[in-house]
């Protein structure tokens, strides 16, 4: 059955559409593996459009097949009693989980492993939705090709003449629009797709979350800062992870006034894989 996940960071955090984007963007630490992507601000997140394999409720597991340029990879879910599973709508006991038409999973990291928390099987086919990192964007051909959270291989995506791309989130970042120009290396996206050819996603909508080289403002309460490391947490909303902001303690002498509980403004610069201060002021 064809199944949307949705997901925040590696497959995790619930979504709800329509929400206004906070200002928070969790990258990740220096020591998480390159295929961890930096997360983006929660509002209509989305994972990837794929295909259960099978469900093992021996083993409370199932598999999703996600298919791709080169063949098809899988996914193994976990799922346990406090999975809640909804059809259209109704809750249904985990028990039932099996073959059905069509389904949107919500999921968080266990661990290593992919927890599934929401399970939503629905009659109608929702619209298939991919969040990641571009890996490389091909104009010519219109592949754009998209690191996909918590997934080693990248997914292809074909993207029509016309395909609207557009950025969201801040308000800075978002006032302007270069459109396709912003399919970069490193940029994060969320792309709307339905069915294509071959197994490959036609993107109908595109929205660009972050793009190396773009700055974004951060206020929060301070949760931690390591000078050492040139590492600050800082808590953006009561519903959002921490996010973590890199700085260079020998250009910010106020970070050595810092402290738990403070209230903070950090401008930043993100680079692709983490977001650097280029500006702390304390309110």
Do not use: W
């Amino acid at each position: 059955m064809r199944v949307s996940c949705l997901g925040l960071l590696a497959f995790c955090a619930t979504a709800a559409s329509g929400q206004a984007l906070p200002e928070g963007l969790l990258p990740p630490s220096e020591t998480v593996a390159r295929t961890t992507l930096p997360s983006a601000p929660p509002g209509r997140s989305t994972v990837m459009g794929v295909q259960i394999e099978d469900v093992d409720l021996i083993r409370d597991q199932f598999a999703l097949k996600v298919p791709g340029r080169g063949g098809s990879h899988t996914v193994k879910i976990l799922f346990d009693e406090r999975t809640q599973v909804y059809q259209n709508g109704q809750k249904i006991s985990v028990l039932h989980l099996g073959p059905a038409d069509h389904a949107s999973i919500e999921t968080r990291l266990d661990g290593t492993s992919i927890f599934a928390v929401r399970i939503h099987i629905l009659s109608k086919t929702p619209q298939g939705q991919l969040r990641g990192q571009v890996v490389g964007f091909n104009a010519g051909t219109g592949e754009l090709r998209i690191r996909g959270t918590n997934i080693d291989n990248t997914v292809t995506i074909t993207v029509p003449a016309g395909t609207p791309v557009a950025r969201t989130g801040q308000a800075a970042f978002s006032k302007t629009s270069p459109g396709l120009a912003d399919l970069i290396p490193d940029a994060i996206v969320d792309v709307a797709f339905r069915p294509g050819n071959n197994g490959i996603g036609q993107a109908n909508r595109i929205d660009v979350l972050a793009v190396p080289g773009a700055e974004f403002v951060f206020r929060g309460e301070l949760l931690s800062v390591d000078l050492r490391a040139g590492r600050m947490s800082i808590a953006t909303t009561s519903d959002h992870p921490p996010m973590d902001i890199a700085f260079d303690p020998s250009r910010f002498e106020i970070t050595r006034q810092l402290h738990q509980g403070g209230l903070v403004k950090v401008t930043t610069r993100f680079d692709g894989t983490r977001y650097n201060a280029t500006d702390i002021l304390t309110q």
